[in-house]
């Protein structure tokens, strides 16, 4: 099984909360991580990835921070919440080279 | 040139209609690539990959042009259930790159 976890499925944050995004993985060990970002309109933005406990990759300058605590386990934090960080936030793996990516079925955040 | 472009449509087809679109990319060291569907709201799925030959998976055939480098997508004896976004994927140099999607609508 490939399966990806993310909750919570939607989310509404007042400006300057904090934010915690959990996504947890089924299957082979020592994944390939990554945090995506689509804004409302646009493509997918890819935010961090990470290819195994405790080893961060960013790809944006942004308020936003991620660690992996575990080998099964990917987290997506800010400290303080902007308007811009609305966005629905998904959570993908490495398949293999003909596989592509599987997704996660994401989080809706509104900032408000 | 952007890395990785696509029509955004939408393209508005009648059912049974065959559809086609394109993805360019620039980079020519490109390795893989795929093409994703995304229902709204929801999150991308994987369709299909894209091999250098072409292939088909029933009424869907994608194909590679490298000289090109676009890949195509064609839908054939199109269905309602086939509105969705279509997503290009691009892997290569260690990155990969999503379009941002060609919107479908089929039509009753």
């Known amino acids: 099984s490939q399966t990806i976890h993310q909750w919570p499925a939607t989310l509404v944050q007042p400006v300057g909360s904090p934010l915690s995004l959990e996504c947890t993985v089924e299957?082979?060990?020592?994944?390939?991580l990554y945090w995506y970002r689509q804004a409302a309109g646009r493509g997918l933005q890819l935010l961090f990835y990470?290819?195994?406990?405790?080893?961060i990759s960013s790809e944006v300058p942004q308020n936003l921070s991620a660690s992996r605590p575990q080998d099964r386990q990917f987290i997506l934090s800010s400290k303080k919440l902007l308007l811009s960080d609305s966005g629905f936030y998904l959570c993908?793996?490495?398949?293999?080279?003909?596989?592509?990516?599987?997704f996660g079925s994401g989080t809706r955040l509104t900032v408000v | 040139r952007k890395e990785v472009e696509q029509d955004p449509g939408p393209f508005n087809v009648p059912e049974g209609a065959t559809v086609a679109f394109n993805c360019t990319y620039s980079?020519?060291?490109?390795?893989?690539f795929f093409w994703y569907r995304q229902d709204c709201r929801k999150e991308p799925k994987l369709l299909m990959s894209?091999?250098?030959s072409g292939n088909e998976d029933g009424r869907f055939t994608a194909q590679l042009n490298r000289a090109s480098q676009y890949i195509s997508l064609l839908i054939r004896d199109s269905k309602l259930s086939d509105s969705a976004t279509y997503l290009c994927?691009?892997?290569?140099?260690?990155?990969?790159?999503f379009g941002k999607g060609t919107r479908l609508h089929i039509l009753p």
């Open positions: 990470s290819v195994g406990i405790g080893q």
């Open positions: 993908a793996r490495k398949s293999g080279t003909d596989y592509g990516y599987t």
């Open positions: 994927v691009v892997l290569g140099g260690g990155k990969i790159i």
């Open positions: 980079n020519s060291a490109s390795q893989s």
């Open positions: 299957g082979t060990s020592n994944p390939n």
């Open positions: 894209v091999y250098s």
